[in-house]
């Protein structure tokens, strides 16, 4: 399942009980990963939400109901509101007690490999959607927030921000200040520079803390070429993350320029991933802190450099591909194109030359709309920073006016973006069937967790001809890649089958290309056409998925994409391999809209009781859940359930002793709710 499928279901349950969407997801992520399976340990634990069943507390739904996504979500959502209710409206607290509280072995462990990961989670979630590309604001003219909110990114970067209120409410924040004339000096300091850094820093930085959610850039464009270089930057990073986060303060880190850490000149990107590896340990902290890694993307487009092109504006996709080696956690990775667009000094260029003097606005329009349709196809990137707006006079060539900007935020609205790539049975049209290399029938889902593909799907309207994939076999043997294009249940013959990687000949892309560096093969008279796969072809990590992807070329007709193709190690070539068909576009029924009476579950009572019984028991267990929760947590002990009726002397609650793994029943007064009983079950 995928967060947009149930998005519905999520926001209509968090409004039923006050909480953010956001927030939901994140801890889906966290509990399920999007699975509505038992707990993988075996324990009483269903769903997306991981809801404990009636077998433990009988106030529960059974795990079959459970398993209904819209059942499990309520019943998550109705826990963590109490959860909230418990922890006087800290959030931190009651996600705690959601995640099992005293369960864990110290409040410092929960903080590390709990509240951490939802912390970045709920970063993308909010966030799910909306456009990447934002303003990198030198000054901050007049229309400045009018075009930030046209543009609709949830992120923003400003350049020496003054003290006074929240330029752009709402928005997280990337701030940085110069500080060029210092920066090196105090980066080869190791250590003690980051000590002299913060303390120059911290005095600013307190000045905008009331500007909601910000991080601080920490120098930029380091040195990280040298070993002396990549080892001050870890240390000085290293230990300005320490002493941020004993102030409370998020950090962007890195910043590193264009192009580098480069391969000294070898044309070896071995070179390159060595020397970003190194930088691993301050990524990983980066990454446990919740704090971003900067990076610097440019492009030039008079050197037939397009703006998605994987070493250069979009290198990051390699670097994060490295770091993943290195051990670093990118599921958690929080990266940010600190500085983005066009730079024709990159490679020696002429300086301090931008967009203005290279592309007519038109295309470059275009271009930029490109770039975000890539952007978001990168779940770890929160957002990509502009170079350069409200720009001063030396940097004009760069600069993005009001009227550009507002022109950039029609196109972008006008061709939004596709949402991120979602499982292939998730965003399909049509049913794809999947087959193991036995030619026995499977799971499209299994299939795509073990080899990390994308089906990416094409708009066509309805009756219109359109190429679906119908058909995904997993193959063994040689490393090649077979295409299949059929048409009214017969081989399509002589058909083009385009054929991507990332440093392919670069082609003039039509309206339904889908990249525009490939390579085209014919099919042949069974409606086959093969590509070699090389040893570059290999998957490195399955969240990526591999370095290919194949769609059929059609100036004039829309095609289905397999992206993320790659052989897997330490296997005989084993990949997949995709079958075409011509189809029409069928006629899209909508459902009818549910009845406003169907009950819900927070509304639909167990047999036997009336609804107005369940409602007081629901009030009086409301009313009072708090005192015996807290009694529960001041003994150590995880609350479960209690019984308490109206006007009754005393309450009941059972927990749960994780330190002596047994049930436990307090007994509480009414009138005091101080605890009198205490005693085993």
Not at 22 to 29: S, Y
Not at 460 to 483: M, Q, W
Request: hydrophobic share 40%; proline share 7%; with cysteine.
């Amino acid at each position: 399942m995928t967060y947009e499928e149930l998005r519905p279901t999520i926001e209509a349950a968090a409004s039923r009980y006050g909480l953010s969407p956001a927030t939901i997801a994140a801890i889906i992520e966290i509990e399920s990963n999007w699975q509505n399976v038992q707990n993988a340990g075996g324990y009483d634990a269903w769903g997306l939400m991981q809801v404990v069943s009636n077998h433990t507390f009988a106030d529960r739904p059974s795990p079959e109901r459970l398993l209904d996504p819209a059942v499990n979500i309520d019943w998550g959502c109705r826990i963590l509101a109490g959860n909230l209710k418990q922890a006087g409206g800290d959030l931190e607290r009651a996600v705690y007690y959601y995640s099992g509280g005293n369960a864990w072995a110290s409040y410092d462990q929960y903080l590390h490999e709990y509240w951490a990961r939802y912390q970045a989670a709920v970063l993308h979630y909010q966030s799910a959607g909306l456009p990447k590309m934002t303003g990198h604001w030198q000054t901050l003219p007049g229309y400045a927030a009018e075009v930030q909110a046209a543009l609709g990114s949830a992120w923003v970067k400003i350049m020496d921000p003054s003290p006074g209120p929240d330029p752009f409410p709402g928005r997280k924040k990337c701030l940085r200040w110069w500080t060029d004339n210092f920066d090196r000096l105090l980066l080869a300091a190791g250590e003690a520079g980051a000590i002299s850094y913060m303390s120059r820093m911290l005095p600013r930085w307190q000045t905008v803390v009331n500007w909601g959610e910000v991080w601080f850039e920490l120098p930029n464009e380091p040195e990280c070429n040298s070993d002396s270089g990549l080892a001050a930057v870890n240390t000085f990073t290293l230990k300005c993350i320490e002493l941020a986060e004993g102030q409370g303060l998020r950090l962007c880190i890195l910043n590193l320029p264009e192009g580098n850490p480069h391969d000294n000149g070898t044309g070896d990107p071995a070179v390159s991933r060595w020397k970003v590896q190194q930088l691993a340990p301050c990524v990983k902290a980066a990454v446990a802190g919740g704090h971003l890694v900067g990076l610097h993307g440019y492009y030039d487009p008079t050197r037939s450099i397009d703006p998605t092109d994987r070493y250069h504006a979009l290198r990051c996709k390699d670097m994060v591909q490295w770091w993943a080696e290195a051990g670093v956690d990118t599921s958690r990775l929080m990266l940010a194109l600190t500085e983005w667009g066009i730079d024709r000094s990159i490679a020696g260029g002429p300086a301090r030359k931008g967009w203005r003097s290279a592309v007519a606005e038109t295309d470059y329009l275009a271009q930029l709309v490109e770039a975000e349709r890539a952007f978001q196809q990168l779940p770890w990137l929160q957002f990509a920073a502009l170079f350069d707006c409200g720009a001063l006079s030396d940097w004009a060539d760069y600069d993005h006016d009001k009227e550009t900007l507002l022109r950039l935020a029609a196109a972008l609205k006008q061709q939004a973006p596709p949402a991120p790539a979602q499982p292939a049975e998730e965003n399909q049209t049509m049913t794809i069937q999947a087959f193991d290399r036995n030619g026995v029938a499977v799971d499209l889902v299994d299939l795509q967790k073990r080899y990390g593909f994308v089906v990416k799907r094409a708009d066509a309207k309805p009756g219109a001809e359109v190429f679906r994939i119908t058909t995904i076999r997993e193959k063994t043997g040689p490393a090649s890649l077979t295409v299949h294009c059929s048409k009214g249940g017969a081989p399509d013959r002589q058909r083009r089958v385009a054929f991507y990687w990332p440093d392919a000949p670069q082609q003039t892309a039509t309206g339904h290309d889908w990249w525009n560096r490939y390579v085209i093969g014919e099919t042949n008279e069974n409606g086959d056409v093969g590509f070699g796969l090389g040893t570059g072809a290999y998957i490195k990590d399955v969240a990526l998925g591999g370095p290919h992807a194949v769609w059929v070329w059609s100036p004039s007709t829309a095609s289905d994409c397999l992206a993320g193709i790659g052989m897997l190690g330490g296997t005989v070539h084993d990949h997949v391999e995709p079958e075409f068909a011509l189809v029409l576009e069928p006629e899209v029924i909508p459902e009818p809209a549910p009845s406003a009476t169907t009950p819900t579950p927070e509304s639909e009572p167990a047999a036997g009781i009336s609804a107005q019984e369940l409602q007081q028991a629901r009030n009086a267990l409301a009313a009072q859940v708090p005192a015996t929760m807290k009694a529960a947590d001041a003994r150590g002990y995880i609350w479960r359930y209690e019984m308490y009726e109206p006007d009754a002397a005393a309450a009941l609650a059972i927990c749960y002793d994780p330190a002596a793994k047994a049930y436990r029943l307090l007994k509480l007064s009414a009138a005091t709710w101080q605890v009198i009983a205490d005693q085993p079950l």
